[in-house]
Nanobody
Framework: VSLVETGGGLVQAGGSLRLSCAAS????????MGWFRQAPGKERELVAA???????DYGDSVKGRFGISRDYDKNTLYLQMNSLKPEDTAVYYC?????????????????WGQGTQVTVSS
């Protein structure tokens, strides 16, 4: 399974970024997928997830600000991040599970992308 993230970068607080994850087509259509993040000195945490049926779930710290979506034609998973805060600074990882439904956890992840850095300045 190939997962390739793009779209990270440096943004000021209050700004927006959209992350993209190019994935194998059948993975995107079949399994639950998600975005995780890991800040220095902290554990990797779930940011957002989407089930094979389209249900979504978000970490408490990003609810109302981030949105997860997918485009089957482009075989791409997205994470739209709005109203960014300095505490959102982390490496963001695209992840594919082997389950269809939510919730997903780190233990249930089958494949990880290489990660993309998001830095939010105050």
């Amino acid at each position: 399974v190939s997962l390739v993230e793009t779209g990270g970068g440096l943004v000021q607080a209050g700004g927006s970024l959209r992350l993209s994850c190019a994935a194998s087509g059948h993975i995107l259509r079949t399994y639950a997928m998600g975005w995780f993040r890991q800040a220095p000195g902290k554990e990797r945490e779930l940011v957002a997830a989407i089930s094979s049926g389209g249900s979504t779930d978000y970490g408490d710290s990003v609810k109302g600000r981030f949105g997860i979506s997918r485009d089957y034609d482009k075989n791409t998973l997205y994470l739209q991040m709005n109203s960014l805060k300095p505490e959102d600074t982390a490496v963001y990882y695209c992840a594919a599970s082997l389950q269809y439904h939510l919730p997903i956890t780190r233990a249930g992840i089958n494949s990880w992308g290489q990660g993309t850095q998001v830095t939010v300045s105050s």
